[in-house]
């Protein structure tokens, strides 16, 4: 059974930083790429961040370009999103997301992030 | 970007009666290798997205069969064809055709 369990969530200062991680399993890792999609509450789904099967390609959206990087270790079944810089628009739940054939399959349950003062 | 566009918005249903969501692309959806990467999701309240449909029409393990998605040009649909309590949620669409991937806006279906 596929799992993603998020973590890392949780209140911070606007200009502050925080570090998501997401745990894998049930499913070759190291075969998939793995995206970043948030929800601002009460909002639509929004892409953020994707990360090809070696690590070595990374996107990010425009709104989070050069203060979010999205990186993985393939040896610990485990993503990551490191934000700095945060905003207050940037207040939502982050899911972890498995890629499938220009899709995505699986999704974590979500970890919330406040950024409020 | 492709934009993905979501009607109705919000979708008042009977229960046992057919439901309809629509989504429009702003350009083919078609890829180069001659596939559709269009996809829908549900997100039920307080839940995460659930992944219903890949590639237009085809259901991912689990769905329902009363779960169907169709495409007339670049119009694509998501019916089900008799609503239970169960489907109450959002719902969205992705393309995956183009880089990058874009959701629709979502369509709140609730219940009478």
């Known amino acids: 059974e596929v799992q993603l369990v998020e973590s890392g969530g949780g209140l911070v200062q606007p200009g502050g930083s925080l570090r998501l991680s997401c745990s894998a399993s049930g499913f070759i890792f190291s075969d998939y790429a793995m995206h970043w999609v948030r929800q601002a509450p009460g909002k639509g789904l929004e892409r953020v961040s994707t990360?090809?099967?070696?690590?070595?390609?990374?996107y990010h959206a425009d709104s989070v370009k050069g203060r979010f990087t999205i990186s993985r270790d393939n040896s610990k079944n485990t993503l990551y999103l490191q934000m700095i810089s945060l905003r207050t628009e940037d207040t939502a739940v982050y899911y972890c997301v498995k890629d499938r054939t220009y899709s995505y399959d699986y999704w974590g349950q979500g970890t919330l992030v406040t950024v409020s003062s | 970007d492709v934009v993905m566009t979501q009607s109705p918005l919000s979708l008042p249903v009977t229960l046992g009666q057919p439901a309809s969501i629509s989504c429009r692309s702003s350009?083919?959806?078609?890829?180069?290798?001659?596939?559709?990467?269009l996809s829908w999701f549900q997100q039920r309240p307080g839940q995460s997205p659930r992944r219903l449909i890949y590639e237009i029409s085809n259901r991912d393990s689990g769905v329902p069969d009363r779960f169907s998605g169709s495409v007339s040009g670049t119009d694509f649909t998501l019916k089900i064809s008799r609503v239970e309590a169960e489907d109450v949620g959002v719902y969205y669409c992705l393309q995956g055709t183009h880089w990058p991937r874009t959701f629709g806006q979502g369509t709140k279906v609730e219940i009478k």
């Open positions: 990360v090809s099967i070696d690590g070595g390609s990374t």
């Open positions: 350009q083919s959806l078609v890829h180069s290798d001659g596939n559709t990467y």
